[in-house]
């Protein structure tokens, strides 16, 4: 006779109490949490959205994007359990998935380390995994970090235009950014994300604009000629926004990125 998994009571990372037996099957509303699943145990996402493009090749049903999923498609998918971000998906949607009888954890990163604690308890607490060797990588890349050399370079960090908007206070990417000495103008905003018209963040005098290539594809001909005169870092959005395996390699890959910009060169 086969025994029933035991039913285990765990707080996600917002406090909310989430029943859970075993978990073998997973649909993830995030992209960077799907890459950190898929790279851990192969097999165990079922479900993913429209926007999740790593890893490559990723063959499981799409269930629409983080802002619309698909509640029917995802329920009949039969998920043990649904992963989501706070930020990243629409607390109406997830409480639809719980109503449905779904169980849903969701997660919260406003920074490198809760990154990276978030990612822990995720994958061996909710999903019963063993921790990754990818997420220990990642510690000790960050960790090892050299100091920046120079002075925090002052910089605009746009991730929208039409209206511009910037990285405002208490961000992950902005968390990053610190730690790779930029210093980023509107870190203490009142929101997170501020719409700016481009004459105020012209106005800041900024020494370097930073312009990754998500959520908007800023890109060479699309981004620096808004900003004349000042230094252009375009980013890979992927190492600046994802908490996942990218952790392990972005420190390298984005102070490479702003390295050629050089704003600090004489």
């Known amino acids: 006779m086969t ?9 996600d990372d917002l406090g909310t109490v989430v029943r859970l037996g075993a978990v073998r099957r997973v649909v993830s509303l995030v992209p960077s949490l ?6 851990t145990a192969p097999g165990l996402v079922v479900g993913a959205t429209d926007w999740c493009t790593h890893p490559t090749g990723l063959a499981v049903p799409r269930i629409g994007g983080t802002k619309n999923p698909d509640g029917a498609r995802i329920a009949a998918l039969r998920p043990d359990l649904v992963v989501a971000n706070e930020e990243e998906n629409r607390a109406a949607d997830l409480d639809a998935l719980r109503a449905a009888g779904v169980a849903v954890w969701v997660t ?17 607490v909710a999903c019963g995994l063993p921790r ?4 220990d990588e990642a510690a000790r890349a960050w960790r090892e970090l050299p100091a920046p050399a120079a002075a925090p370079v002052r910089a605009v960090v746009p991730i929208w235009r039409r209206p511009w908007m910037v990285l405002g206070r208490d961000t992950f990417a902005g968390d990053l950014l610190r730690r790779l000495g930029v210093h980023q103008l509107y870190a203490d905003h009142a929101d997170r994300y501020p719409a700016v018209p481009i004459d105020e963040l012209l106005s800041c005098e900024p020494q370097l604009v930073v312009l990754p290539d ?12 808004a900003f004349p005169g000042v230094p252009a870092a375009l980013l890979s959005g992927r190492h600046l926004t994802w908490y996942g395996p990218s952790l392990a390699e972005a ?4 102070a490479a990125q702003l390295a050629a910009a050089r704003p600090w060169a004489p």
């Open 132 to 135: 990754p060797g990818w997420l």
């Open 108 to 124: 919260e990163v406003r920074d490198l380390e809760q990154a990276l604690g978030s990612l822990d308890r995720m994958l061996t």
């Open 251 to 254: 420190p390298a890959v984005l």
């Open 3 to 11: 025994t029933a998994p035991a039913i285990r009571e765990v707080p």
């Open 214 to 225: 998500e959520p908007y594809r800023f890109a060479a001909d699309d981004g620096p000629e």
């Open 34 to 39: 799907t890459e950190a699943l898929a790279a």
